[in-house]
T-cell receptor
């Protein structure tokens, strides 16, 4: 069973609409959680990093939340743009600096 | 633009060929990584170099041979690959090992490898 579960696996949204991506993890002890955006055929680019004490962090139209008690994180995209079409990967650092990757949320924004 | 540079961006090779992937960063990072990513899958860790020494080998077949000539360069030598090795190979770096704490992994654009 994957230690980092992301949902939905994929979604299609209309340009200008909002969407929320979910990341649930089971690994421990928790160190931090990152959301990466990966365009097709490109390397992942970091959007946000959240540590245990942080609940919300924004980066432009991207807002990440973290509930370390329930081991859940979300990434909210506001007023989506065509350029938001990408895979969004949740990565959790835990234990002795180990990394666990989610399988990604595939987002397609249509005009 | 990413500060981790990978070359070549695309590589097509036969199963008997010998080729190399190259990665370079000038951010002063002391940890560098090779990941393999198949389509619609998350990146899978292959190797970690920390302070120019191999610290992690995730049971990667010997047909993949990493090399870290200095703290800024990371190579992946390829020999006798199989078609199933076709994938996007990502290089990453971090300030220290694993990018733990508030550190961060910086990824390159990747090298798309096709093995015929």
């Amino acid at each position: 069973k994957n230690q980092v579960e992301q949902s939905p696996q994929s979604l299609i949204i209309l340009e200008g609409k909002n969407c929320t991506l979910q990341c649930n993890y089971t690994v421990s002890p928790f160190s931090n959680l990152r959301w990466y955006k990966q365009d097709t055929g490109r390397g992942p680019v970091s959007l946000t990093i959240m540590t245990f004490s942080e609940n919300t962090k924004s980066n432009g139209r991207y807002t990440a939340t973290l509930d370390a008690d329930t081991k859940q994180s979300s990434l909210h995209i506001t007023a989506s743009q065509l350029s938001d079409s990408a895979s969004y990967i949740c990565v959790v650092t835990y234990g002795n600096n180990r990394l666990a990757f989610g399988k990604g949320n595939q987002v397609v924004v249509i005009p | 633009d990413t500060e981790v540079t990978q070359t070549p961006k695309h590589l097509v090779m036969g199963m008997t060929n010998k080729k190399s992937l190259k990665c370079e960063q000038h951010m002063g990072h002391r940890a560098m990584y090779w990941y393999k990513q198949k389509a619609k899958k998350p990146p899978e860790l292959m190797f970690v170099y920390s302070y120019e020494k191999l610290s992690i080998n995730e049971s990667v077949p010997s047909r993949f041979s990493p090399e870290c000539p200095n703290s800024s360069l990371l190579n992946l030598h390829l020999h006798a690959l199989q078609p199933e090795d076709s994938a996007l190979y990502l290089c990453a770096s971090s300030q220290d090992n694993w990018g733990g704490g508030t550190g961060e992994l910086f990824f390159g654009e990747g090298s798309r490898l096709t093995v015929l």
